[in-house]
């Protein structure tokens, strides 16, 4: 909701204030990691609330231009390369402003993610729990144990970007997960899920329809093994 927020205050800005009218292209949303079921979850939220109404509903009549660009009415532009849909809405000021200085403070929350440092890192979690690799959506399921894992490692490695083994392992019992017969299978479950490319959670995790690489962007190790003691999360700062 908070980035969602963010769209809507960014497009106000460069309106009258008696200008209520907010054109939201989804394309805009989807780069910012919202998914379309997020989008309509925020959608339903502000309607219910009265904070803003839907000007037009998508329309999927489409009409032909001159220049071989198909319409559909005020909501959709359709060429043969893409399909944009845009949003329009009527947002009550009264309401929705006191909502802008919410969503600041939780998006500047969230920019701090591992490490407990303030500023945009490589990973970050966005507002709807998704984690985004240099602002893009890591698309990766939720259950298993590597994603847990790595969950567990970007919200709780120190400022220097470690995490014991023992408070992986703590963490991953306390999420369900049971727990390591003894400290040497522990640390191996606990590397497989983590660096083993061939099946763990860089084996699985994609963004843009990518395998995710254990690299940052300067060719650098993310996450690397700190022999007998844990991992290190290298996340470093845009």
Known sequence: ??????????????LKSVDNRVVLPEVNMLKKGLDKQ????????????DIAQNEI??????????????????????TREYNQV??????????????????RKLRDKQKSVGGGNSGSRLV??????NYLYDGQKIEVSKEPMYYK???ILLSNADQDGFLSYADIEKALVKSGVPEAE???????????????EQDGFFRYAKVNGKSLKNKTLDGNLLIKVIRG?????????L
Request: glycine share 8%; hydrophobic share 30%.
């Open 57 to 78: 509903g998508y329309a999927p009549e489409v009409t032909q231009s001159k220049k071989g660009v198909g319409y559909a009415t005020h909501t959709s532009m359709r």
């Open 182 to 196: 003894n400290e040497k299978t522990r640390n191996k479950r606990i590397n497989n899920v983590l660096k083993n």
């Open 86 to 103: 845009d949003y329009i809405l009527q947002v009550n000021r009264k309401k929705i402003i006191p909502l802008f200085e919410q969503a």
């Open 149 to 151: 894992a790595f969950d």
């Open 38 to 49: 997020g989008i309509k979850n925020c959608l339903k939220y502000l309607l219910e609330n």
């Open 124 to 129: 970050e979690k966005d507002v709807r729990g």
């Open 1 to 14: 909701m908070a980035t969602f927020l963010g769209l809507i205050e960014d497009s106000l800005q460069y």
């Open 229 to 237: 003691k844990g991992l290190q999360l290298n996340n470093p700062k």
